[in-house]
């Protein structure tokens, strides 16, 4: 939930400046999460190759396949944050937004840009961290990381009268100290499994040939998620603040209930390595009905939260009285959200990333056509944001839920990734 928090303090300190900037935020962290989300393979390629090996009893290995995967984030990342600072303008333009709401965008992503190799740093090194079946340790580093973001925020934003640019470099800061907690933890890891700590060509290489087709399975994701926030700065500047805290909640809970997938990831890569069918079979079972009860949970008090939710993020009342009824949709989808992302990732431990990449085209087929149909009736208001919500948080969530429940009900997964 690190990254997620981080996006929900900047929501609530920079919506406290003004629509217009918390309008230009939900453009900005559209096309960063967009650009970090693509990456997210480091994390999810890693998880399970590192489990498999760490389950057939092959620790030296483990570790050295996650190491290969944090040299592989930093030479993305860097790439990635110099094309970026120079791309940004082009990027926000793309949206038509209005000239201050660019403007805002353009100083948050610029300097959001620098924050890139560290925050694919920190997605390699969880996965590493997770497949040895450690989650305690990521745990501290990321509420260590949440504590300084707050804290460097709300001086820089507020204390220092740097308005959103505070937002964006208070965040940069805390990922790199993220990254100066991971390299000490993985250095003392790979000197007691005797582990290379340099980068291996080959392994260097299988890490990026491996993550193809979950990075084409999470190009599906962003072009949802970007059509939509464009579908929504169509609708104004209000509608986009509101879509901006509706997206903001949905994230947190999302990373919330994916709490589950991740520790599917990890526990059913580790029982494949051990050859264990029925362990994966158990774990499948307590993920999914956990995952539907924590989504009931969750849905329940973002429901029973939806009329003050949009003060805390804005302090008008005209926001918060436009967003409810989206949080009520999203309140409703919550429980199919959570065995989704339950499902997703115990595919992701089996390695089951080809089909990942399938399903994910598969599930735009019925979205798509939603997302125009609101683009061209153009409802306004709360109404607007409304159906848009039902486009995404229904439409997007129940073909997901079909294309994954499709695939675990069979046995073709246990299989798919033996040779992670």
Avoid at 218 to 232: C, F, G, M, N
Avoid at 327 to 343: R, S
Avoid at 384 to 394: K, S
Wanted: proline share 3%; glycine share 14%; aromatic share 8%.
């Amino acid at each position: 939930m690190a990254e997620p928090l981080f996006l929900i303090v900047d929501s609530a300190l920079v919506g406290h400046l003004g629509t217009v900037p918390l309008a230009a935020l939900g453009i900005a962290s559209a096309i960063l999460q967009t650009i970090v989300g693509l990456m997210v393979f480091l994390a999810y390629s890693t998880t399970p190759a590192v489990a498999r090996r760490f389950g057939a009893g092959d620790a030296r290995s483990a570790v050295s396949v996650g190491i290969d995967g944090l040299w592989l984030a930093l030479g993305i990342g860097a790439l990635l944050a110099l094309a970026g600072v120079l791309a940004t303008p082009w990027m926000v333009g793309v949206f038509g937004a209005s000239e201050q709401v660019a403007a805002d965008a353009i100083t948050y992503l610029q300097i959001s840009m620098w924050g890139l190799p560290a925050m694919l740093i920190v997605f390699a090194a969880t996965g590493l961290l997770r497949g040895m079946q450690d989650t305690v340790t990521p745990l501290w580093i990321a509420v260590a990381g949440f504590a300084a973001n707050a804290g460097l925020n709300g001086l820089l934003i507020y204390g220092l009268g740097w308005g959103i640019a505070g937002s964006a470099a208070g965040t940069v800061l805390a990922q790199w100290g993220m990254v100066i907690a991971y390299v000490l933890v993985i250095g003392r890891l790979a000197r007691r499994h005797a582990a290379p700590v340099g980068p291996s060509r080959d392994g260097v290489r299988s890490s990026a040939l491996t993550g193809g087709w979950m990075l084409l399975r999470t190009v599906s994701l962003r072009i949802a998620l970007l059509a939509t926030v464009a579908v929504a700065t169509g609708l104004g500047t209000e509608e986009l603040a509101g879509w901006q805290v509706a997206f903001t909640l949905f994230s947190t809970a999302a990373f919330a209930l994916d709490a589950l997938a991740i520790a599917a990831q990890a526990l059913i890569g580790k029982a494949l390595g051990e050859g264990d069918e029925h362990l994966v079979r158990r774990v499948l079972q307590r993920t999914t009905a956990w995952g539907l009860w924590f989504g009931i949970v969750v849905g329940m008090a973002i429901g029973a939260a939806s009329g003050v939710l949009g003060l805390l993020f804005t302090g008008e009342p005209e926001i918060a009285a436009l967003l409810q009824p989206a949080l009520i949709v999203l309140a409703i989808a919550q429980p199919v959200c959570g065995v989704v992302f339950v499902w997703d990732g115990v595919l992701i431990g089996a390695g089951d990333a080809r089909y990942l990449a399938i399903a994910g085209a598969l599930n735009l087929v019925p979205f798509v056509p939603a997302l125009i149909i609101v683009a061209i009736v153009h409802p306004a208001g709360a109404a607007g944001l409304a159906w848009l919500a039902v486009a995404f948080f229904g439409v997007y969530m129940l073909a997901r839920l079909g294309t994954l429940g499709w695939r675990v009900r069979g046995g073709a997964w246990l299989t798919a990734g033996a040779t992670a």
